[in-house]
């Protein structure tokens, strides 16, 4: 069963103004009424994430994983959760599973497995899932900021600023999930100064 579209919406709502309890309190209210409800139960672990209670964000996706191990949505979450607990590679098989039970390549899972491996040591594979996943969605603003991020670190200083330029040409069309414009600009600003050094 899905959250039907308006309440899915006042959710998002409240969860963008930081109103964890109320957005809560409605998933709650869903659950007690279907309490297998997988949307609802995504809802739940994303919302203690976003309050950094990690450990009660698994409870919702330890249960769906236990009524249901091949779903690629439960291991993706899994393996961010475990990304947030320093925990690599664990990450990295969470999201590999994911990967595995998809038909298509799904940008967002092949970038967390792309940090994963490059913060577990494996600085050749890193590059191949952070630029297949931009190739999938070539206008999603995190994704650009961690290829000029790592760029930087591992000094390939010209695929950073190839990306930089990137993103200063398609900024009005760049996607922004999780975080507000203004902290891509400030980040790419940051990373500018840095390169005339």
């Known amino acids: 069963m899905s959250i039907p579209h308006i309440v899915l919406e006042e959710i998002e709502q ?3 103004q930081w109103e964890y309890e109320k957005a809560l309190k409605k998933v709650n209210w869903l659950l007690s009424r279907d309490p297998t409800n997988r949307e609802a139960l995504y809802q739940v672990a994303d919302i203690e994430y976003r309050r950094w209670e990690i450990s009660k964000a698994e409870k919702p996706v330890d ?5 249901n191990n091949e779903d ?7 393996g961010v959760l475990e990304m947030e607990k320093t925990n690599r590679w664990g990450a990295k098989e969470k999201f590999q599973k994911a990967l595995d039970m998809l038909e298509q390549d799904n940008p967002e899972i092949m970038r967390c497995y ?4 490059y913060w577990s040591w494996n600085r050749e ?3 191949w899932y952070l630029i297949d996943s931009h190739k999938i969605n070539a206008l999603d603003a995190e994704v650009i900021l961690n ?3 790592i760029s930087i670190l591992e000094k390939e200083l010209d695929t950073a600023k190839e990306f930089i330029s990137y993103y200063h040409k398609h900024k009005k069309k760049l996607q922004c999930f999780d ?7 400030d980040k ?6 840095y390169l005339k050094w």
């Open 14 to 16: 409240l969860k963008a």
């Open 63 to 67: 249960f769906l994983l236990e009524t």
């Open 72 to 78: 690629a949505m439960s291991w993706y979450i899994k």
């Open 114 to 117: 792309g940090l994963c491996e």
């Open 125 to 127: 594979a890193w590059m």
């Open 147 to 149: 290829i000029i991020e």
């Open 179 to 185: 975080r507000d414009e203004s902290y891509y600009n």
């Open 188 to 193: 790419i600003l940051l990373f500018e100064e």
